[in-house]
C-alpha cells in the first residue's frame, strides 16, 4: 500500500520569499513521484515528476523537487515565489506496476504581497 | 484547443435525484479518470477507463456508474444522489496506462446535494 503524507495543510509566505513544501511517502516498490498544483475553482496540473536519475527535477514556472530515497521525500522548492502561485499543492505517488495515483491531502499556499 | 473538458460547471439537486456529469478530452489520450474531492480537497480515484475498459473501481457505492462511448469521453452518472456526495467530481486523462504519464484534469463539477 502507498501512502503520501503532507504535513503542512498551510503554508503563508512574502512575495518574492523562497519556499519548501514537504511531502513523505511510504511504498515498498519502486515509484513515481509527482507534484500538481490547483488553484481556486480549477482542475490540477502538471507541475514535475521523478522516476529515476538526478535526484532534482526542474518544473514549471521555477519549481523544483527533490527526491531523497533515505528520508523517504519528495519535497517542492521554489527559490522566489509570485502571488500567483498561491495555490492548493499535491503531491502524488504511483506504483510503477500499477495505475492508481495516490494523492496527498495538499498543502495551501499564500503568498502575501 | 487540446484539453479536458466538463459539463456542467456547477449543479444543485436534491437528495435522491439522478445525475450526469459530462467529461471529454481532445489529447487524444487511451485513459480517463474519475476522481472525487471532498470539501477539505482530499482527492480520491473512483474509476479508471483505459480504451473503454473499466480497469479500477474503488470501492464507490452503486449509484455511481461510469459510462463511455469511446476512449475521448468518459461521464459519471449517480443514480439516487445522497447529501455525503456533495463534492467537486474531477475528470482527468493521460496517455497511456502507465505510471509515466502524468495526468490532466478537467476543471471540475461541483456538486451540491440538498
Known amino acids: 500500500t502507498q501512502t503520501v503524507s503532507q504535513s503542512d495543510a498551510h503554508v503563508t509566505v512574502f512575495e518574492g520569499d523562497s519556499v519548501e513544501l514537504r511531502c513523505n511517502y511510504s511504498?515498498?516498490?519502486?515509484?513515481?513521484l509527482s507534484w500538481y498544483i490547483q488553484h481556486h475553482g480549477r482542475g490540477l496540473q502538471f507541475l514535475l515528476k521523478?522516476?529515476?536519475?538526478?535526484?532534482v527535477v526542474q518544473g514549471v514556472n521555477g519549481f523544483e523537487a527533490e527526491f531523497s530515497k533515505s528520508d523517504s521525500s519528495f519535497h517542492l522548492r521554489k527559490a522566489s515565489v509570485h502571488w500567483s502561485d498561491s495555490a492548493v499543492y499535491f503531491c502524488a505517488v504511483r506504483g510503477t506496476g500499477g495505475y492508481k495515483v495516490v494523492f496527498g491531502s495538499g498543502t495551501r499556499l499564500l503568498v502575501s504581497p | 484547443e487540446t484539453a479536458v473538458f466538463q459539463t456542467p460547471n456547477y449543479h444543485v439537486t436534491q437528495v435522491g435525484n439522478e445525475v450526469s456529469f459530462n467529461c471529454k478530452q481532445t489529447?487524444?489520450?487511451?485513459?480517463m479518470y474519475w476522481y472525487k474531492q471532498d470539501s477539505k480537497k482530499l482527492l480520491k480515484i473512483m474509476f479508471s477507463?483505459?480504451?473503454?475498459?473499466?480497469?479500477v473501481n474503488e470501492t464507490v457505492p452503486r449509484r455511481f456508474s461510469p459510462q463511455s462511448s469511446d476512449k475521448a469521453h468518459l461521464n459519471l452518472r449517480i443514480k439516487s444522489v445522497e447529501p455525503e456526495d456533495s463534492a467537486v467530481y474531477l475528470c482527468?486523462?493521460?496517455?497511456?496506462?502507465?505510471?509515466?504519464?502524468?495526468?490532466?484534469f478537467g476543471p471540475g463539477t461541483r456538486l451540491t446535494v440538498l
Open positions: 489529447l487524444g489520450h487511451d485513459t
Open positions: 511504498y515498498g516498490g519502486s515509484i513515481y
Open positions: 477507463y483505459n480504451n473503454k475498459q473499466l480497469i
Open positions: 521523478y522516476y529515476s536519475g538526478n535526484p
Open positions: 482527468a486523462s493521460s496517455s497511456r496506462l502507465g505510471a509515466r504519464a502524468e495526468q490532466f
